[in-house]
């Protein structure tokens, strides 16, 4: 069912103890016991099904003392009104959803429907709540029933902990007007952060708090497009507290501390958990080996994955506790990371620690301290620029996972200055993989044109390797789901093919490590391939040739940059016997040469004969996952090259 999606993002870290007292009133009369419609705007933007009228969010910081002593840090009002311009389908739009975090506890919830003529109905009775994967809560309320002219408005009041936050403004629907504030005591000082020119809140005094306004009206929905992630670019305001002062003493705010805080917990084990991890360490046969470091940090975390089952975290047992993992080969995600750290330690593996956000979610920034965007974790090996995910199942090493790739990110590590061990924090980009990794390519070779059928090679290596393997290890032995994890990387549209033999080697998680490929052999009859055209042949390609880029030119606007998953390189090569007294009539199609001097990505292909054979080469290169500027429009003209590609036909004639 599609449903509007209101995404609360209000995210959160560690907790003061503040003065203040709280102040309720920050938008007068924002829920009125009598329900009262609100203009409606005019213009092109509002000819749409529905739209959001008003948008406001409120954070207040004067906190009273028994909530403080609970480790709550602001109350946090959101107060949304959405108008209904045209009957919607009952069948496809009879609900709303949104996500309230981790960090919030609801007190509140009011929701009504305002009918054109001003009647008012109750919805709160068709509200539900769930909790949600992230440690949230899914709040969903159904039966609409919504009707042109209708105004749906609701009101959500919690309480949150941490000191930091994102007030979005932007959607997938226009909005008329987004509202702001954040009421604060004087003894905090608080750093805003926008990605829309001139959002910076205006600054006010009321009594012993400061106040910060914001308001943009006419917010234009953003464009959802494959060839990029929509969150990070939504219109935000962002805030984080910077310092705080109690009594004479002042205290910055820095990711130096929360470095320092979030790192030992991973780095700590105690005398028990240091000889077991000895213990595990001495019964790992590859350790008595000679072996280059890269694969043995393959080797190591095959193992762990391999012999220790990912369980949830039970918030009333220790996270972390290597004790009992090692006993029960079973540990959270926090357990996973802590134990593949003591291995490295032991082992006298050089190791920092990265924290950091995710490519589809908000970044982290340097000025702006909010540890909770803050939450995937990397071990980073400095002496090799690559990391490891020890708490992603489905990640190996050197690959970890893409979304978490050329991020921002906090690195830890420890040292030890004079007799004293201290913990070092900086900020840095988490490594960028090389594109060479990521090898995808396909050997296809044409015997007999009567008897059209393909002898394919495929081969997958890095991160296509993993997105392969996956497909594999869900299967498992099924033959049924492995027949469809064949049928979606071999290629060809399956009305076009039938495929006489398949095998695949190297396709699940084993000790061969990750520049060892996946290879899937095939072989593909296809008549419909080939056409006779007169006195000659036609032999459609285009499905061989164009590989797996998505195919829409259409550009992500304005400074909104092209992003992959990850760097990769693909390589076609077919072969064809071309029959006596035939020749290639159309060579200089299979002709190209796209790229420049920097050599970001590009593409090449070209045609070879040697004697009766026809060697076609095509080649794609993308080394980065974000491209901007002149690299973004030179991804535009690889793929609508890969568009006539698609329809490439080789000619052969008398």
């Known amino acids: 069912m599609q449903r509007l999606i209101f995404l609360l993002i209000t995210l959160c870290w560690i907790t003061f103890s503040l003065p203040g007292k709280a102040q309720e009133n920050k938008f007068p009369d924002v829920w009125p016991r009598t329900a009262v419609k609100h203009p409606v705007p005019t213009g092109a933007q509002y000819n749409v099904p529905y739209f959001t009228l008003i948008h406001r969010e409120t954070f207040d910081f004067n906190v009273n003392n028994e909530d403080k002593a609970a480790g709550i840090a602001y109350y946090h009002k959101l107060y949304k009104s959405i108008q209904i311009q045209q009957t919607l389908n009952r069948d496809t739009f009879n609900s709303i959803q949104f996500n309230v975090p981790s960090n919030e506890e609801t007190r509140s919830f009011n929701i009504r429907k305002i009918s054109a003529d001003g009647t008012a109905t109750n919805l709160a009775r068709n509200a539900r709540a769930v909790n949600n994967n992230a440690g949230g809560t899914t709040i969903s309320v159904e039966g609409l029933e919504a009707n042109a002219g209708d105004e749906i408005e609701y009101e959500l009041v919690s309480k949150a902990s941490g000191y930091a936050g994102i007030f979005s403004m932007q959607s997938e629907i226009p909005c008329a007007e987004a509202l702001f504030r954040l009421t604060a005591p004087k003894t905090m000082k608080f750093n805003f952060s926008s990605n829309i020119p001139q959002a910076t809140p205006t600054a ?35 805030f984080a507290l910077a310092e705080i002062t109690e009594g004479s003493k002042t205290t910055k705010i820095n990711w130096q501390d929360f470095g320092k805080e979030t790192f030992i917990p991973y780095a700590a084990i105690n005398k028990q958990e240091a000889r077991l991890v000895e213990k595990e360490l ?11 470091l890269p694969t043995l940090l393959y080797l190591l975390e095959q193992y762990m994955k391999t012999n220790y089952q990912l369980i949830p975290t039970d918030p009333y047992l220790n996270p972390g506790d290597l004790s009992a993992a090692i006993r029960t080969r079973r540990t959270d995600k926090m357990g996973m990371i802590k134990l593949m750290n003591a291995f490295l330690y032991y082992l006298n593996i050089p190791t920092h620690m990265l924290f950091t956000s995710s490519r589809d979610e908000i970044p982290l920034q340097k000025d702006l301290v909010n540890p909770q965007l803050a939450t995937n974790v990397l071990l980073y090996f400095p002496t090799l620029g690559q990391a490891m995910a020890p708490g992603e199942p489905e990640s190996r090493f050197p690959c970890y996972p893409a979304n978490w790739i050329n991020l921002l990110a906090v690195r830890c590590h420890d040292t030890l200055i004079g007799d004293k061990s201290e913990v070092l924090t900086d900020l840095i980009n988490t490594p960028l993989p090389d594109y060479t990794l ?15 059928s393909w002898e394919v090679t495929q081969s997958y290596g890095g991160y296509a390797a993993i997105n392969v393997k996956r497909g594999f290890e869900r299967a498992g032995k099924d033959e049924g789901r492995r027949n469809a994890a064949f049928n979606s990387i071999l290629p060809l549209e399956p009305a076009v093919r039938k495929v006489t033999s398949y095998s695949a080697t190297n396709e699940l998680f084993t000790n061969q490590p ?13 008549p419909s391939l080939v056409e006779n055209k007169g006195t000659g042949k036609n032999i459609k390609l285009g499905d061989l040739l164009s590989g797996s880029l998505i195919l829409n030119p259409v550009m992500p606007e304005d400074t909104l940059p092209v992003q992959l998953a990850f760097p990769f390189y693909f390589e076609t090569r077919l072969h064809i ?10 060579k200089d199609d299979f002709a190209a040469n796209i790229g420049d001097k920097n050599e970001n990505l590009g593409m090449k292909m070209r045609l070879v004969q040697d004697g009766n054979k026809a060697h076609i080469f ?37």
């Not at 914001?214 to 992630?229: A, G, M, S």
């Not at 001495?282 to 280059?292: D, G, M, S, T, V």
């Not at 990750?514 to 296809?526: A, E, G, W």
């Not at 500027?629 to 329809?647: C, M, P, S, T, W």
């Open 577 to 586: 016997d071309i029959p006596e007294g035939y020749k290639v009539m159309n």
């Open 282 to 292: 001495a019964n790992l046969p590859f350790l008595k080996q000679r072996i280059p």
């Open 438 to 452: 990521s090898n995808i390519s396909m050997d296809a070779t044409l015997t007999d044109l009567n008897n059209p």
């Open 618 to 654: 095509v080649v794609q290169y993308f080394k980065l996952v974000d491209y901007k500027g002149a690299d973004k429009a030179l991804f535009k003209k690889i793929l609508e090259r890969v568009l006539i590609l698609k329809q490439q036909e080789l000619i052969l004639g008398k």
């Open 514 to 526: 990750l520049d060892k490929p996946v290879v899937v052999k095939s072989k593909l009859n296809t």
């Open 204 to 238: 006010t005094e009321d009594g012993n708090s400061n106040v910060y306004t914001f308001t943009q009206e006419n917010v234009t929905p953003i464009r959802n497009n494959p060839l990029y992630n929509v969150k990070p670019a939504l219109a935000r305001l962002e």
